[in-house]
């Protein structure tokens, strides 16, 4: 069986394997207080001209739910795209905090700055919520980037709004190497509050590393981490993969590659007349194809339908490291001679 229904169906990448099992006859302190965290959160941080404070967390869901919930107050509100991660794949972790989210209906899956003021405008009083929070990904739940100038016009009204800016970065490594990108990590970092680096989604075992800019919100965030259930016992397990990921350039070349296999696919499939739901931008391909083709998919093939329907249905492949080119074309062929 083929799998392309995510980009974390793999263990991890083999250069993390190695550098696990270089460190294998060592022991550390635990909860993240150990050398091997620090020398990798030194490596991320030479990516970045400002001072950060970086944790290292279990799982993208933990990292927002702990951040959200720790620079709220009970009565603040989150501003999000309908399509974002925190409202459709979450189970309500945002909202089990006390913090309702704001909604907002997008084309592309990214927020404009109108769209967060229309939002901030509509509440006005002391009977309803505060809107405080921005909550975007980069790339977004539908595969589609920010550029620098649209993530300088939401700072901006962030700024002028007194909002927090936080980017969801699960999949931040595709996003930087993709070829439309024109943002940096240290662009990310200037323009909003705090932000995530995804490991998980990027050929990593486990964890991703929250990066806080913001002093305001760095205070006591280890306590919110142990008290949401995100800090890890052997943290150190977390280090030794953003080790890895951030010697030699692992992190980019990762989603690099990611990107590479998802264009190869979806030149293959735009020979094949293939409908799109979404123009293909990353490492996520939306496709619209009959039930029964989709049912014959099935015996050879993991992936996720999207949206069902009567007739067709839109299923979604998603391509990873581990992707190669030899799995495209199996999935190609079978695509033509159905």
Sequence with gaps: MISFKNDYSELAHPNIFKLMNEYSNQQFNGYG?????????????????????????????????TFISHVLKPYEAVI???????????????????????????LDGKLKPKDIEDVFNNHVDEHMVIPKLVYISNTTEIGTLYTKEELKALSAKCKELDLYLYLDGARLGVALTNDSNNLSLNDINSLTDAFYLGGTKNGALIGEAIIIKNKLLQ??????????????????????????????????????????????????????????????????????????????????????????????????????WFTTTKFVDNFLSFIKNH
């Design 80 to 106: 999000s795209a309908e399509t974002g991660h925190i409202n459709v794949h979450e189970t309500g972790a945002i909202e089990s905090t006390g913090h309702k989210i704001l909604l907002v209906k997008t």
């Design 33 to 65: 207080l150990d050398s091997i965290s620090e020398k990798a959160k030194d490596k991320i941080k030479k990516y970045f001209s400002d001072e950060v404070d970086i944790h290292f967390m279990i799982g993208g869901t933990s990292v927002n739910r």
């Design 219 to 320: 205070s006591n965030f280890r306590h919110s981490i142990k008290q949401n259930g995100g800090m890890l016992a052997k943290g150190y397990l977390i280090g030794i993969q953003f080790e890895a990921l951030f010697t030699d350039n692992l992190f980019f070349e990762i989603g690099k590659k990611a990107n590479d296999m998802a264009k190869y696919l979806a030149n293959g499939l735009k020979k094949l007349n293939t409908e799109f739901l979404y123009p293909q931008v990353s490492n996520q391909v939306f496709i619209t194809l009959n039930n029964s083709v989709v049912e014959e998919l099935k015996t050879n093939f993991s992936f996720e339908t999207w949206i069902s329907g009567p007739e067709k249905s839109t299923i979604r492949l998603v391509t990873s």
